[in-house]
């Protein structure tokens, strides 16, 4: 399965409320292409932080599911953030990583994935995949504002 | 939330003692600002504590992720000078804050 097809799955678990947090690179990229909607936050840049950002909205929104979908690459460069999960047990709190042992936005290159057990995170491993037909994320500060409106209503 | 300095420790002590907010024993700076990410995002006003080591260390976030999308953060940066793999860190802290655009900076 690829990771956009893994993705389609995920995205029919979540529901109008629901949070989704989008991680750095090829994650962001397919979520916006095919399943855009106003409680998405894209995480294009700051690349390890996206499950950071999910506990800091988990914390201060008791009440919402919030789901973040992040690849391997970028939740091995925020490994840090997966003791604080486990630490603050946030019990709405879902974190899926899209795994599929590559740097998939700069050319594919190898990661060191195999090794990647970090409970409760949900590891799903998916074959590489490319940028063919993915859009690019264009202005951040119109898409936060429809975020915070979003999460008003 | 933030990462504890020697310079910080009386208001992180109080902080910790404060019942009514939850002592988050953050890992690192860049952990503390994605959470103060997702608190903005939720609606808080969202401060963020650090030595000016640490501060470094958030810089691409600050470029790539808070500058972009207008969101407003609150720094307590300690300042330390000494001992010496202090040095270059404390030559070059207040020209990031300049260079980064932002205003508002007391240094005390």
Redesign the interface.
């Known amino acids: 399965m690829n990771k956009a097809q893994s993705i389609q799955n995920l995205m029919n678990h979540v529901g109008d409320r629901d949070i989704v947090i989008a991680s750095t690179g090829h994650v962001s990229r397919i979520i916006f292409t095919n399943h855009d909607r106003p409680l998405n ?1 894209y ?4 690349m ?14 008791p009440d919402r599911t919030v789901f973040v979908f992040e690849g391997d690459a970028g939740a091995l460069m ?1 490994l ?2 997966i ?2 999960l486990n ?2 047990k946030l019990p709405k709190l879902q974190y899926f990583v899209l795994d599929d042992n590559a740097c998939s936005s700069t050319g594919g290159q190898k990661t060191c994935s195999e090794l990647l057990y970090i409970p409760p995170a949900v590891i799903f491993k998916v074959d590489k995949s490319t940028d063919e037909g993915l859009s690019r994320i264009e202005d ?2 119109k898409l ?1 504002e429809r ?2 409106n979003a ?2 209503e | 939330m933030g990462v504890p300095c020697s310079e910080l420790k009386d208001f992180v002590a109080e902080l910790q003692e404060d019942s009514s907010m ?1 002592y ?5 700076e ?2 503390a ?12 006003k ?1 401060l963020v504590y650090m030595q000016n080591s640490g501060f470094g260390d958030c810089l ?2 600050i ?3 808070l500058i ?4 407003p953060v609150h720094f307590l940066v300690s300042l330390r000078s000494k001992p010496w793999q202090h040095e270059w860190m404390f030559k070059i802290t207040q020209e990031m804050f300049l260079l980064l655009d932002y205003r508002e900076v007391t240094f005390c």
């Open positions: 936050f995480v294009c840049g700051a390890g932080s996206s499950l950071a950002i999910g506990m800091g909205l988990a914390m201060n929104l925020g840090n953030n003791v604080l630490y603050l951040p500060i936060k975020f915070m999460l008003k | 939850e988050v024993p953050c890992t690192c860049k952990q600002l994605g959470l103060a990410v997702g608190a903005y995002l939720a609606g808080k969202p691409d976030m470029a790539s992720l972009p999308h207008c969101i």
